[in-house]
């Protein structure tokens, strides 16, 4: 049996503005912000439920049917469920199948490959959930090349690639990129300073430590196992 399960890590894409918490705001607190198990997956739960709230009303939300989809692939990262992250798997492929110039949604397909790689070694992450090294990374070229100047996707993309590969050659030009990106959400900024964190251990050539803090600084990476 596969002791270790994953989702997306790869990340909430959202904006947080000074209102009544949506539910990708709250995805983004619990990716972040969390230190247990038990907060994380209240707090995914809760955004479930809005996403499927507006799912009723509007089937076909694109909004909501990524929030959905990134709960599902957050619980499963949390749960270690496999029913869980092929689902979510499924549904950020149909995501990305529908809007193939959609950076977010080529972000989280990069996230939940590169994630699942990561977490379980190469070889059981594709022969248990599909997931591939090179799917992943040719989504977050597409993501970053899509996304404008935002900092978030080559931030995300240097802290992703750092994951699999310490010394991986484009990560720093990503990570000099993000410091470089506009912010317009409090996402951007996040990940803006995280790319400036990372910048540390990577220009100082130390992989085990750029690694390593990468790992910590995607969702969850600070949640007590």
Do not use: H
Request: a positive charge.
């Amino acid at each position: 049996m596969i002791k270790q399960m994953t989702g997306l890590c790869a990340v909430a894409l959202i904006a947080m503005p000074a209102v009544a918490a949506t539910p990708r705001d709250i995805l983004t607190n619990a990716a972040f912000n969390a230190r247990d198990k038990a907060t994380a997956l209240a707090q995914v739960a809760q955004a479930e439920a809005g996403a499927n709230a507006t799912l009723a009303r509007t089937p076909g939300d694109r909004e909501a049917q990524l929030t959905k989809a990134m709960a599902i692939g957050y619980r499963a990262k949390l749960t270690k469920s496999r029913a869980d992250a092929v689902a979510a798997r499924d549904r950020f492929n149909a995501l990305a199948a529908a809007n193939p110039r959609d950076p977010e949604a080529q972000a989280v397909v990069a996230g939940w490959n590169i994630d699942a790689v990561t977490t379980l070694g190469g070889f059981i992450a594709s022969t248990a959930l599909g997931a591939k090294k090179a799917t992943g990374l040719a989504a977050l070229d597409r993501s970053v090349a899509l996304a404008g100047n935002r900092a978030m996707f080559p931030g995300l993309a240097a802290l992703l690639r750092l994951t699999l590969d310490g010394a991986d050659p484009k990560a720093r030009g990503l990570a000099e990129a993000a410091t470089r990106g506009a912010t317009p959400t409090a996402l951007d900024r996040v990940i803006q300073r995280s790319a400036t964190a990372i910048l540390v251990p990577v220009r100082a050539g130390n992989a085990k430590a750029a690694q390593a803090m990468a790992k910590q600084l995607l969702p969850f990476g600070r949640v007590a196992k």
